[in-house]
């Protein structure tokens, strides 16, 4: 167990590695001069060569990598262009609106969708199931910024329940902050709620299915009982996989949030960055959010041992 | 579940009586197709649509609510929304079927390499894992951060991040084949290489990729038009339905349809391709249907 951990632990690192280069090559691999690119359409040359060699990109590539990455390991993620910044500065200011709001979204919407799996499936082919799925392939169709935009204009502009826009610190109040996640995370949530959903009622379907099911039945347990604690737990293991694997969708979710919904996050963050065409930000955003996307998609194959006593490594 | 389908006929339906048996069977593809058909109708025949130069500005006529004249009102620039939604379609399946087909050539191209070169299959693989956890909203932005903003190079970073996945699934779908008794038997009976890949292995990938191909194209319009919203997409002067909303960010409270309207366009769009695919996921695959 211990041994397979660390074995795992360790096979992040080439995956970190191909992120990393890939990340800091798309500089040298674009067509064009990225250094003419970031400075934009009014540069002087004098911009362009303090941008060029701001990037390092008058050094050969290998050196440079090695350079970089380098500082990348002892936790730095170079200075920003357009703000003179170190970059690991700029997204710890931006953490917790981003931390706030993914969290959130993903507490509420597992705690929704994986009972709405469970009950479509326990009726499959009435109306509940029909409902549920009919949701599913809206939840994979309406793109987040045009559900935000809805959910704007009727609960905020018609309706005047919530604040149409912003983020408040959890210090200045439990109210006030909920007030502005509740829209943001309901529109971020609804293509993750829908992923969950379908494949808890698909791999529920598949262990309903089982004798042991019909077993459970037969005695007499009650389809609570039968559902949670004989189907549910043998349904885990996809279940758990998606909502790791769904992660990607909050992350990419997280940037158009919260530009519709303007919170100071580090989604909003790279978006400034895009406009101002400030490369070391983007770069180091990338980074830290497939890191994250990597350790939680480690930490969901590590709980398989947990959920699944048959799967031994 | 509860519906089991009729005995199996033994004799192979004719192809048009499994398309029509696949319509009858689900409905949902039926709106999916003639919602994707007035779509593409649309964008073909937007000049006459009763629209105007979507372009076309004029001072005079800014900020007007939707009414008989202007369907849609009019943006800050006093160009017409109604006209810019029609030919907004034109840049949203332009893009939707250009990475569909672009990043499934790549993707196949690939996922043959890898199921088949074992030493071309880790490296290969190594590099699309690491592509998989970045999520592709932020590799497109990557891309679009370092290139001149245009339709092309839009098309460009949506396929580089839909490439992993297709070539995941190619991969899957040769190493499954690889094992079947029919490609074993034809390499016994010393048939050549390419003849394999060829007759046995590209004919099955056919249908997951027909799939696949619809999902590709749903989520490319979608991170297009975000791209394009968050100002890293299409260049302003193309109206493309993500660029409209982009628009009419800051002026949502007040002109609420400039945001609405193509919000709702590129909804439906989505909708109709993803309910073809289902559809098509359905008829090509009934095992996979009734788990789903």
Known sequence: MFAYIVRRLLATIPVMGVVALFVFSLLYLTPGDPAVIIAGDFATPDDVARIRAKLGLDRPFWERFGEWAWMVVRGDLGISIFTNLPVTTLIGQRVEPTVALTLTTLLVSVSLAVPMGVLAAWRAGRWLDRVVMGFAVLGFSVPIFVLAYLFIFFFSIYLEWLPVQGFTSIREGFWPFLERLILPSAALGITYIALIARITRASMLEVLSQDYIRTAEAKGLAADKVLVGHALKNAAVPIITIIGIGIALLISGVVVTETVFAIPGIGRLVVDAILRRDYPIIQGVILIFSAAYVVINLAVDISYTFLDPRIRY | M??????????????????????????????????????VLMAVFAPYLGTIDPQDLSPMRRLRQPSDLYWFGTDMLGRDVYSRTVYGARISLIVGIAVAVLSIGFGLFFGLITG???????????????????????LAIALMALTKASLENVIVAITI???????????SVVLGLREQPFVEAAVASGTRFHRILLRHILPNTVAPLLVQ?????????????????????????????????????????????????PGLFLSVAVLAVNLVGDGLRDALDPRLARRM
């Open chain 2, 213 to 261: 191909g619809t999902y590709i194209c749903a989520s490319a319009m979608i991170t297009e038009a975000i791209l394009s919203f968050i100002g890293a997409g299409t260049p302003p002067t193309i109206p493309s339905w993500g660029n409209i909303m982009a628009e009419g960010r800051s002026l949502f409270q007040i002109a609420y349809y400039i945001i609405l309207f």
């Open chain 2, 2 to 39: 509860a519906t089991v389908p009729a005995a199996a006929p033994i004799e192979i339906a004719p192809a048009r009586g499994m398309v029509r048996d696949a319509l009858r069977r689900h409905p949902t593809m039926i709106i999916g197709l003639i919602l994707l058909g007035g779509m």
């Open chain 2, 116 to 138: 088949y070169v074992r030493l071309a299959d880790t490296l290969i693989m190594r590099v699309m894992d690491g592509l998989m956890s970045i999520p592709p909203i932020l």
């Open chain 2, 161 to 171: 991040a839909e490439i992993p996945r297709v070539t995941r699934l190619v991969r």
